[in-house]
Each structure stands twice: as structure tokens, then as C-alpha cells.
């Protein structure tokens, strides 16, 4: 019979991320299925009472917290050793945790010092039969492999975006509190403070439900015989303004401006979607100015509802890969869809 940790850490405020919802969700779920599960909870921040609350009423047996002013921030060392000492103390078998940055990086170093096994970007799991396997995904989500193991402890880093966040009701939970006691060497790093793009220009939103993809159509002479790379931007932000959208790009608009071309200024290397780039889970997308290549196309593998806008009716999107394709003018319906979205017109991807 296993005995399940979930495991998850606060944000500088003292509450849980979204994810760490979504995973506890996943939890509770593999220990309904998995017969004569046990659940515990442990929490790492610098203080985790509040954390606790929000998670009370979830059922899980027992609350471990490691708590203080060393684990406030995200440092592989001190991070790496309250992970150890929580699933040490737990006696757990199966670690159920986000994969967060931070869990990411210590996890598996907690893993190794426990002889265990950690598995990342976890995105589902099946336990036919009793016996637990998990889904992953690998060549850049092109294959999904269902796996299990026998070593325990063994630890799995979950995906955001796969299971409903849990909202069941808070209340004042009683947290144990472990003590961790590190070395002068494991508080050798010190967090002296975040260095964040401003608000403003933070335009990759993972909970966005659109992502709106800019191609390098946006920056290619247009049929007036020149480029407009300026409106092009104002046309982009003005939407990401208005409906809140996260920004991906294909490889050849954000490779443009290591080429020393004109290129978008809201946009770096970070918003590249596809084989070589990222895969974002939105319920939509819409690509304007985009070729809708494979390599790029394959980073939409978890978009739901594909909408492209291109002047050329024989692009990629049009080959099977989006559900409806605009053929048109990008810098035209751009333009329209802005001036109703002002018109506070749903334009939002409901
Ligand atoms: C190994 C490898 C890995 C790769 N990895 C990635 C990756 O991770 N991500 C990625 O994106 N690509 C990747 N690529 C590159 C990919 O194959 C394409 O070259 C790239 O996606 C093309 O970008 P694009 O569609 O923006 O540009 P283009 O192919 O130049 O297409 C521009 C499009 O804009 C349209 N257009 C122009 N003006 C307008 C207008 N006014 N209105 C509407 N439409 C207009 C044109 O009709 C055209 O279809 C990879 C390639 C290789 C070989």
C-alpha cells in the first residue's frame, strides 16, 4: 500500500501557486484510486501556515512543514535538504509534487540522497490493476510514453495545466513543523532580490486562455512595397492590452533580431513556440502572419482551438493544422478586431 506525500511551496506572499492546486487535485485522485492510499501534505516557505490553510480541508492525514527565513527563497542546497528531511519523515513511498522551478532544480538531488527516483513533467497517470503508471511525453511532445517503476521512493514532478485546480474549502490547519538543520555551506547562496521585466512587457502569460502567435509575416514588406514594423507592434500590444493574451512567435521573427533586422521589441527568444521552443497550454490560439510549419505547429500540440490569419491560402494552417484560417490581411483584421475590443466587443477567446 502507498503512502503518498503531496508536496508544494509558497510564493514570497506565504500562498500556494496555482499548479501546487492543480497537483493537489492529482493527489487526492491517485490516492481515491490507488486502494488503501494514505495521504500527507508537506509545505516548504518561509512561513507556511497560511499555505496550510488554503489546503485544510483537502483530507490529507497530517501537514508537515519546514519553515523559516532559509527556505523563504528558492536555493537548490537548503531546498534540496527540506525535501529530503519532509519525505524522509513522511515515510512515503510516492512523492506527488509541482513542477515548478524550484521543486525542478532540488528534486532531484533530494531523490538521489534518498536512493528514489524522481520523474519530471509528469502530465497524467493510470493506475489500472492497482499498480500506478504515469504519462510523459518526449521529442518534444511527438511521443507520449506510459511508464512505471519499482524503486520508492518515486517522486513525480506534475505539469501545470493538466488537472482542475482543487477549491475546497479552507480552514486553520495544524501544521508539524520539521526542523532542517543546514550547514553554513547549504546557506552559502544568498536570494538578494528578483530582477522582472516591468509589467507592462511581461507578455508570456501560462494562464492566458489565448496565446497569440506573431510570424514574421508581421515584419516582411507588405503589398505597398514596405515594411511597417512600428504599427505592427502597436497592433500586437494594443491586443495583448485589451484581452490579457499571452504573446508566442515562430522562430523566424525572434531569430530576426540576432540577424539585425527590424524586428518586434516585445519579443525575445522566451516567446518562441515549437520544436525548438516552448509548448504552452492555452484553451486557444490564433496565428497571424505565421507560415504554420511543422516545427512551429508542433509546439500547439495543447492548444484546443486554432485559428490562423494569412494572406496565403495554401499556408501550413490550411494543410489540417488549424480550425479555421482567415485568409486576409493580418495588419487589416488586427486593426478591426482592436477597435471592437475597445468597443469592450467580446473578443476575448471564451
Ligand atoms: C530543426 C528546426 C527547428 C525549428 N524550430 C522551430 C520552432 O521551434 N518554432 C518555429 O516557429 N519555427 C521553427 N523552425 C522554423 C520553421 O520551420 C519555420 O521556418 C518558421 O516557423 C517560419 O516562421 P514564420 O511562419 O513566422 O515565417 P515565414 O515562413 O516567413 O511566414 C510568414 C507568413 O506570413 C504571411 N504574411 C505576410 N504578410 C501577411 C499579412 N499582412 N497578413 C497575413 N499574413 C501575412 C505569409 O503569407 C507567410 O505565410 C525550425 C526549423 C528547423 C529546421
Partial sequence: MEKILYLAHTQPDGTLPKIAFEVLSAALELTQKLS?????????????QTAANAIAGAGAAKILGVAGPDFASSRYASDAEALQVLIRQSGATLVIAPATSRFSRA????????NGRTDTHVSGFETDGGKLSIQRWYYRQRMMATMTRTTRPWILLMDSGVFQPWQGKTGTASVELVPVALTEKAKRTQVLGFQAPAVSQQTIRPDAELLFVAGAGWTKKQSDGQTHVKEAEQLILDFLAKTQASLGSSKSLVDQSTEGAAVLSCLSHLNQVGQTGST???????????????PHVVGWRFINERRAVNLDPNCGWAQGKADVLYVADAFQVMKKVNELAGKECVVQAK
Avoid at 36 to 48: E, H, K, Q
Avoid at 280 to 294: D, I, M, N, Q, S
Fill in 280 to 294: 504552452p497550454r492555452h484553451p486557444k490560439g490564433l496565428a497571424t502572419c505565421c507560415h504554420g510549419e511543422e
Fill in 107 to 114: 528534486m532531484p538531488g533530494a531523490a538521489y540522497r534518498l
Fill in 36 to 48: 488503501g492510499a494514505t495521504l500527507s501534505a508537506g509545505l516548504i516557505g518561509g512561513d507556511v
